[in-house]
């Protein structure tokens, strides 16, 4: 492993998780890419890397003109080129943010089918008939699953943007690494698993570990 042991065991954290699971040669390749600049730079990443890896991590996608995802971005170049950004304001632009992500990150099929099925044998063991079983069964897997997933979102968002917020508006590293920002990368890659289906899980993780290597790759030592 690279030389990420020190106050930068964040790197550590996100090289981790950006490798996990990837086995194709061309994810060894892009891993080596990371892993080379890490050792290039040595302990000397600087701060703005953070706010240039969020900036990529939480990128708007291509129809979003002028929705949060663009605010975050904003945010991000504002902080990367040295302006002071609040821990108010960036909890504030994340919070929706991390919100969508959650919630499309969250296991809503496997969740609904274990309720589905819950239901359904509470339904059966009560004598409801065939067609009650299955309204009973849809009717509940719907309503809790739905209700479950919202739940999820809206409170690992809050947590999340006030803690990452904070970590930014400080520009500190320990806070960073608390945050957690590995399980961050793999609520962006379950998002896009949960859209479409694991290739496309794998593509964004590719796509994350890339981008890594470019911001790491722009900055001199």
Same mark, same amino acid.
């Given at each position: ?17 950006? $490798? ?31 706010? $240039? ?21 904003? @945010? ?24 969508? @992500? ?18 359904? *044998? ?47 508006? @400080? ?5 960073? @690494?608390?945050?957690?920002?590995? *399980? ?19 593509? $964004?993780?590719?796509?994350? /570990? ?8 722009? /900055?001199?030592?």
């Amino acid at each position: 492993m690279s030389r990420v042991d020190g106050p930068q065991r964040w790197l550590a954290a996100l090289v981790a998780a950006l $490798e996990a699971g990837q086995d194709s040669a061309g994810a060894a390749d892009r891993g080596r890419r990371v892993r080379g600049e890490l050792d290039r730079l040595g302990d000397r990443v600087p701060f703005r890397v953070v706010y $240039e890896w969020h900036a990529l991590l939480l990128a708007p996608g291509p129809d979003d003109v002028d929705g949060p995802q663009q605010i975050v971005a904003g @945010l991000c170049r504002r902080a990367a080129a040295g302006e002071r950004v609040g821990a108010a304001e960036w909890s504030e632009a994340l919070r929706p943010v991390l919100g969508e @992500l959650y919630r499309a990150a969250y296991p809503y099929a496997d969740a609904h089918a274990v309720a589905y099925a819950n239901a359904h *044998a509470y339904a059966t063991a009560n004598g409801y008939s065939a067609d009650e079983t299955v309204e009973y069964a849809q009717f509940y897997a719907d309503l809790s699953t739905g209700a479950n997933a919202e739940a999820c979102a809206n409170a690992n968002a809050i947590a999340n943007a006030n803690a990452i917020g904070a970590a930014l508006a @400080l520009a500190d590293e320990r806070a960073y @690494l608390e945050t957690y920002p590995d *399980a961050l990368v793999r609520a962006r890659v379950l998002a896009a698993a949960n859209r479409a289906d694991l290739a496309a899980g794998r593509a $964004e993780q590719g796509r994350l /570990v890339d981008g890594l290597a470019e911001i790491l790759g722009r /900055v001199t030592v």
